[in-house]
């Protein structure tokens, strides 16, 4: 499961020439791009979370989800412990023996009814790791975003950053990694590493059924050798030794 902040935070500009947003989109698009054989879903979390996608092989759709969902859907928060519940809540129906979440935030959790430290210690009951990314610069960055709500355009700048201590706590306790993006390559970089760390091998049952082609040309070679043997004893009257 990719859950995703989607806070008014994630509209920073300083994963250029996108905001941290899209570019957070963009890499993910690469990694889905990139598996083969395994179930993802995808939460996106502000100050309420949802289910945007459930863990399915259909990439396609995904996709399109991914593409469709935007800044501040969710509210103007940071529900990182909703994030990953609601997250464990659909991996938990799945029948994969291996399980993992990516989160990726750029602000301290500041909503929802869990905290990230309850939700963490969840998931590693369920066996669920959890990969944390904190995403941004630090310092004053500019913000520009719309609030789909009323349609206001919101520009300025945003200093703030993660709760660096609470993303390394989860990945700890759950058997995961903490990353740190400063910039879109760095981003990438760590989807990869990720990606090769938990590729999950396909098995493919393959059944070989051998059916013989000379047959056919058995059966006409002595019914040839048949029929000569009758003409030249009905025809040309020739005795068999």
């Known amino acids: 499961m990719i859950v995703l902040d989607e806070s008014p935070s994630m ?64 509210g103007n928060g940071t529900a990182i412990g909703m994030g990953i519940s609601i997250a464990l809540i659909h991996l938990e129906k799945t029948a994969s023996k291996k399980k993992f979440i990516i989160l990726l935030t750029d602000g301290d959790n500041n909503a929802g009814r869990i905290l990230p430290e309850n939700a963490a210690e969840i998931a590693r009951q369920l066996g669920v790791k959890i990969y944390t990314i904190g995403i941004g610069k630090e310092g004053e960055t500019f913000i520009e975003f719309t609030d789909i709500s009323t349609g206001k355009v919101y520009e300025g700048i945003y200093k703030g950053k993660f709760d660096e201590k609470v993303l390394q706590r ?18 990438n970089t760590i989807f990869k590493r990720i990606d090769s760390s938990e590729k999950i091998k396909s098995i493919t049952r393959v059944k070989v ?15 040839l050798i048949l029929f000569d043997m009758i003409f030249r004893k009905t025809v040309l009257k020739e005795i068999v030794q």
């Not at 989860?170 to 981003?187: K, N, P, Q, S």
């Not at 059916?211 to 059966?219: D, M, N, R, V």
Request: glycine share 4%.
């Open 170 to 187: 989860i990945a700890e306790v759950t058997g995961g990694r903490y990353f740190y993006a400063g910039d879109v390559e760095m981003l």
């Open 209 to 223: 059924e051998k059916k013989p082609e000379q047959t056919l040309f058995i059966i006409a070679a002595l019914f």
């Open 11 to 74: 509209s920073a500009q300083d994963f250029k020439p996108e905001n941290r947003f899209e570019a957070a989109k963009s890499v993910i698009k690469r990694f889905i791009h990139d598996r083969k054989n395994d179930k993802i879903g995808l939460v996106a979390f502000s100050k309420e979370a949802s289910l945007i996608v459930p863990p399915t092989l259909n990439y396609n759709y995904l996709l399109r989800s991914l593409k469709n969902i935007h800044i501040m859907e969710l």
